[in-house]
C-alpha cells in the first residue's frame, strides 16, 4: 500500500472516530506523513492563535504548569494526612501524580523552548560570527521540529492504543489514561509553534542588525 492510502486511510479512521480503527491505521509508516502534517500545520495554527489572542500566548503554558503543580501539591498532602491522620489511602493517589507531573513537564518545556532556556550555549555562539550564529539557530530549529515530528507521532500511537484497550489509570473506575497521553502530542504542537516563533524573531534580527544571541533567563516574559 502507497504512503498516500496510508494517510488516507488515518484520516478516514479519525473521521469515524472509533480508536481501535485509529490504533491500526496509525501502525502504518503514513502515520510520520500525519504526524509531520499535524506538527506543522498545527504549530502554524497555534501561532496564529497566539497572534490574535496575546493573552493566550502568555499564560496558556504557564497556567497549565501551576495548576498541574498545585494539584499534585494537594493531592500529595491530602495523601499524608489520610495516611497518617485516618489511617487510609486512595487508591489513585500514588498514580495521578505522576501523570500530572507529565504534563507540567512537556507544557514548561514548551514555553521554555520559546526562552531559549534548553542548551541554548549563549556563551559559546555569542562569539561566533554572525552567520555562525544563524546557523546555529536555523539548526536548532530543525532539530526540535524533527524531535516535535517524532513525539507527536509516536504518542497519537500510544494514545490510539490506551483508548482503544480502554486502559484506566490505576486506581480509578473510569479515568482513562489517553485523556493524560494525549496532553503530549498537544504540548509539543505548541512547541512546534514555539519554534516558529523563534524562527520568525530570528530572520527578523538578521534583517534588522539586532543581537542574535541573547541570554536566556528561566522564567523571563516571552518576547
Given at each position: 500500500?502507497?504512503i498516500l492510502?496510508?494517510?488516507?486511510?488515518?484520516?478516514?479512521?479519525?473521521?469515524?472516530?472509533?480508536?481501535?480503527?485509529?490504533?491500526?491505521?496509525?501502525?502504518?509508516?503514513?502515520?510520520?506523513?500525519?504526524?509531520?502534517?499535524?506538527?506543522?500545520?498545527?504549530?502554524?495554527?497555534?501561532?496564529?492563535?497566539?497572534?490574535?489572542?496575546?493573552?493566550?500566548?502568555?499564560?496558556?503554558?504557564?497556567?497549565?504548569?501551576?495548576?498541574?503543580?498545585?494539584?499534585?501539591?494537594?493531592?500529595?498532602?491530602?495523601?499524608?494526612?489520610?495516611?497518617?491522620?485516618?489511617?487510609?489511602?486512595?487508591?489513585?493517589?500514588?498514580?495521578?501524580?505522576?501523570?500530572?507531573?507529565?504534563?507540567?513537564?512537556?507544557?514548561?518545556?514548551?514555553?521554555?523552548?520559546?526562552?531559549?532556556?534548553?542548551?541554548?550555549?549563549?556563551?559559546?555562539?555569542?562569539?561566533?560570527?554572525?552567520a555562525g550564529?544563524?546557523?546555529?539557530?536555523?539548526?536548532?530549529?530543525?532539530?526540535w521540529l524533527?524531535?516535535?515530528?517524532?513525539?507527536?507521532?509516536?504518542?497519537?500511537?500510544?494514545?490510539?492504543?490506551?483508548?482503544?484497550?480502554?486502559?484506566?489509570?490505576?486506581?480509578?473506575?473510569?479515568?482513562?489514561?489517553?485523556?493524560?497521553?494525549?496532553?503530549?502530542?498537544?504540548?509539543?504542537?505548541?512547541?512546534?509553534?514555539?519554534?516558529?516563533?523563534?524562527?520568525?524573531?530570528?530572520?527578523?534580527?538578521?534583517?534588522?542588525?539586532?543581537?542574535?544571541?541573547?541570554?536566556?533567563?528561566?522564567?523571563?516574559?516571552?518576547?
Amino acid at each position: 500500500m502507497s504512503i498516500l492510502a496510508e494517510v488516507g486511510e488515518i484520516f478516514a479512521a479519525f473521521g469515524g472516530r472509533d480508536s481501535y480503527d485509529i490504533s491500526q491505521a496509525l501502525r502504518a509508516d503514513g502515520a510520520w506523513v500525519v504526524g509531520t502534517m499535524i506538527t506543522l500545520f498545527g504549530g502554524a495554527l497555534v501561532v496564529w492563535i497566539y497572534k490574535i489572542a496575546p493573552f493566550v500566548e502568555r499564560h496558556m503554558e504557564r497556567s497549565i504548569m501551576v495548576w498541574s503543580y498545585l494539584a499534585i501539591a494537594a493531592i500529595i498532602f491530602w495523601g499524608v494526612i489520610d495516611r497518617f491522620v485516618f489511617s487510609n489511602q486512595q487508591p489513585w493517589s500514588t498514580t495521578i501524580p505522576p501523570l500530572l507531573f507529565m504534563i507540567m513537564a512537556w507544557f514548561g518545556c514548551s514555553y521554555n523552548v520559546r526562552l531559549r532556556t534548553h542548551l541554548s550555549f549563549s556563551e559559546f555562539r555569542s562569539r561566533m560570527p554572525r552567520a555562525g550564529q544563524m546557523a546555529c539557530l536555523m539548526m536548532d530549529a530543525a532539530l526540535w521540529l524533527i524531535f516535535c515530528v517524532m513525539i507527536v507521532t509516536t504518542t497519537l500511537r500510544v494514545t490510539a492504543n490506551s483508548a482503544s484497550n480502554f486502559q484506566i489509570v490505576l486506581g480509578t473506575d473510569d479515568v482513562m489514561q489517553w485523556w493524560f497521553i494525549l496532553t503530549v502530542p498537544l504540548a509539543f504542537t505548541m512547541m512546534a509553534a514555539r519554534v516558529f516563533q523563534n524562527v520568525l524573531d530570528d530572520l527578523a534580527n538578521w534583517r534588522s542588525g539586532e543581537p542574535l544571541i541573547k541570554q536566556a533567563v528561566i522564567g523571563e516574559e516571552p518576547a
